[in-house]
């Protein structure tokens, strides 16, 4: 079981928004509108995925790697450094 299990539907929802917000961006282009304006919107479905994604982090280290540790050994050690990499790209991007 993943550890967003208890709100998949939740972050459908989310992703459906977003997934709109980028058809707009695709609009917004099409009909040549104003550069800032395009980039506002981009901006906003960059914050936007990076709550989705924050919230996911926060739902694995609570579920995966909770449950891993409580287990240890050598799989403890292996979701600490996933989570370690995932926490790293999130940063970066």
Not at 44 to 57: F, G, I, P
Not at 60 to 84: F, P
């Amino acid at each position: 079981m993943v550890g967003y299990s208890g709100n998949k539907e939740q972050v459908q929802k989310r992703l459906r928004r977003i997934e709109g917000q980028v058809r707009g961006l695709q609009r917004m282009v099409e009909d040549d509108k104003y550069c800032i304006d395009v980039l506002t919107q981009i901006s906003a479905v960059t914050s936007a995925l990076q709550a989705v994604a924050l919230e996911l982090l926060d739902d694995h280290l609570g579920h995966c790697v909770a449950g891993a540790l409580a287990g240890g050994g050598e799989q403890a050690e292996d979701k600490l450094a996933e989570a370690s990499a995932a926490i790293a790209r999130l940063v970066r991007s």
